[in-house]
């Protein structure tokens, strides 16, 4: 059974980075077919997608998140990071990993609300 | 990018009811490349339906999802009270890769 777990501080001060981590259990990052991706969802509000990264290096980003977003990944961990920067408080919301089979998001993290407020 | 349009935006239905939810995008989609999700409060969303019309593992024969080009329909045959929840749709594009619709809430009237 796949499982992601997201991990990182509940609370980043307005102009810093938002870091997160997801670790994954029942699966391995390195292994190919997949992308390891992050989604947020602002409260009561829609889906937005964040980026991916595959296991050749390829990361792809939303582009109206582009500037600030590096996904990256550590295989020895089982594990990849979002890092988004100079954050305000529209990037408040309750941030998702997700395994991404190219058709769907088949398995999903719980989730971690991440407040931005000094 | 391709909008994905969700209507109704609030779905308001019995128990038993049949539940009709459309998903309409900007530009034409791939029905291999459509995708439906269900969230609960305090859930992630939990996929449903991928490739337009395939049912992911343990989704229960009542959840159907149909359409092609522009136009994408979920249908809930007959609502259980577990099936009251908010549903998108998503869909793989070029720049950028993935995007939402704004959901469709399906609430108890």
């Known amino acids: 059974q796949v499982q992601l777990l997201e991990s990182g501080p509940g609370l980043v001060k307005p102009s810093q980075t938002l870091s997160l981590t997801c670790t994954v259990s029942g699966d391995s990052i390195t292994r190919g077919s997949y992308y390891w991706t992050w989604i947020r969802q602002p409260a009561g509000e829609g889906l937005e997608w964040i980026g991916r990264f595959y296991t050749s290096g390829t990361t792809n980003y939303n582009p109206s998140l582009k500037s600030r977003v590096t996904i990256s990944v550590d295989t020895s961990k089982n594990q990849f990071s979002l890092k988004l920067s100079s954050v305000t408080a529209a990037d408040t919301a309750v941030y998702y990993c997700a395994r991404d089979s190219s058709w769907a998001l088949d398995y999903w993290g719980q989730g971690t609300l991440v407040t931005v407020s000094s | 990018e391709i909008v994905l349009t969700q209507s109704p935006g609030t779905l308001s239905l019995s128990p038993g009811e049949r539940a009709t939810l459309s998903c309409r995008a900007s530009q034409s989609v791939s029905s291999t490349y459509l995708v439906w999700y269900q969230q609960k409060p305090g859930q992630a969303p939990r996929l449903l339906i991928y490739s337009a019309s395939s049912r992911a593992t343990g989704i229960p024969d009542r959840f159907s999802g149909s359409g092609s080009g522009t136009d994408f329909t979920l249908t809930i045959s007959r609502l259980e009270p577990e099936d009251f929840a908010v549903y998108y749709c998503?869909?793989?594009?070029?720049?950028?890769?993935?995007?939402f619709g704004g959901g469709t809430k399906v609430e108890i009237k």
């Open positions: 998503q869909q793989y594009g070029s720049s950028p890769q993935l995007t």
